[in-house]
């Protein structure tokens, strides 16, 4: 599977964005799809993860403000970020694992497939 990201843009404290992330090459409902964000010098952070039937997990930092959700028909994946903050600033990738996703949120070695990066700045 091939994953493609966009939405990722400038914004100022307390704003929303959208992240996208269109899958080619399979469909999402065979995989475990999370997001997650990294910035420099740091190790890449588990955001959220979602299950082919809709079962979902946030990192504690987002609980809230964050939601995942994902579309079949179009083979999509979306982050919704609200109430944004300075410490959300990172680039966000999407990722795709074979199979189910855990019970808890995975970190970066659970999955097989990664998108390049959007990057969110906000100031």
């Known amino acids: 599977v091939q994953l493609v990201e966009s939405g990722g843009g400038s914004v100022q404290v307390g704003w929303s964005l959208t992240l996208s992330c269109v899958a080619s090459?399979?469909?999402?409902?065979?995989?475990?799809m999370g997001w997650f964000r990294q910035i420099p010098d740091r190790e890449r952070e588990g955001v959220a993860g979602?299950?082919?039937?809709?079962?979902?997990s946030y990192a504690d930092s987002v609980k809230g403000r964050f939601t995942i959700s994902q579309d079949s028909d179009n083979n999509t994946v979306y982050l919704q970020m609200n109430n944004l903050k300075s410490e959300d600033t990172a680039m966000y990738y999407c990722?795709?694992?074979?199979?189910?996703?855990?019970?808890?949120?995975?970190?970066?070695?659970?999955?097989?497939?990664w998108g390049q990066g959007t990057q969110v700045t906000v100031s």
């Open positions: 990722a795709a694992a074979t199979g189910s996703c855990p019970a808890y949120l995975p970190g970066a070695t659970w999955y097989n497939y």
């Open positions: 090459g399979d469909t999402i409902g065979r995989y475990c």
């Open positions: 979602i299950e082919s039937d809709g079962s979902t």
